[in-house]
């Protein structure tokens, strides 16, 4: 539980410090460690602290219609070709600046890049595995 406290503290510092720098906070409190400690004793701590998660059972909901919102807009956007290159609506030749390559991908290629899949995998089935008994 520690392991997931601190990865996700540091995935939302990472995500509140450009935020809070657009919505004008000051540079001097809108550090990534200030945020992560901010972020840390006001939301996972007390998060960390409850007894019975039924409590946020709502959210939970809350955020799997999220999610699913998401997934019916990125479906409906790879099919109808929003985003082809050249001919979509919201692409244009030229848009990014170095196109991706994986010519060193494989399945057997096992590399740094793949610990870290295999590290977020692993703490995923973990946190999944534990959720119920958290739950009760």
């Given at each position: 539980c520690l392991a997931c406290a601190?990865?996700?503290?540091g995935i939302l510092g990472d995500v509140f410090t450009p935020l809070l720098a657009q919505a004008g906070f000051p540079d001097q409190w809108n550090g990534r460690t200030s945020n992560i400690i901010a972020i840390t004793m006001a939301l996972l701590l007390p998060l960390s602290l409850i007894k019975d998660l039924s409590a946020?059972?709502?959210?939970?909901?809350?955020?799997?219609?999220?999610?699913?919102?998401?997934?019916?807009?990125i479906v409906i956007r790879a099919l109808d070709g929003t985003y082809k290159i050249g001919t979509g609506?919201?692409?244009?030749?030229?848009?990014?600046?170095?196109m991706p390559s994986f010519e060193k991908s494989s399945l057997w290629n096992f590399d740094f890049s793949s610990l870290v899949l295999a590290s977020n995998l692993g703490?995923?089935?973990?946190?999944?595995?534990?959720g119920p008994n958290f739950y009760r």
């Amino acid at each position: 539980c520690l392991a997931c406290a601190v990865i996700y503290s540091g995935i939302l510092g990472d995500v509140f410090t450009p935020l809070l720098a657009q919505a004008g906070f000051p540079d001097q409190w809108n550090g990534r460690t200030s945020n992560i400690i901010a972020i840390t004793m006001a939301l996972l701590l007390p998060l960390s602290l409850i007894k019975d998660l039924s409590a946020l059972a709502f959210t939970s909901i809350l955020g799997f219609g999220a999610i699913m919102y998401t997934v019916v807009f990125i479906v409906i956007r790879a099919l109808d070709g929003t985003y082809k290159i050249g001919t979509g609506k919201f692409a244009v030749e030229g848009v990014l600046k170095a196109m991706p390559s994986f010519e060193k991908s494989s399945l057997w290629n096992f590399d740094f890049s793949s610990l870290v899949l295999a590290s977020n995998l692993g703490l995923a089935y973990i946190a999944h595995y534990n959720g119920p008994n958290f739950y009760r």
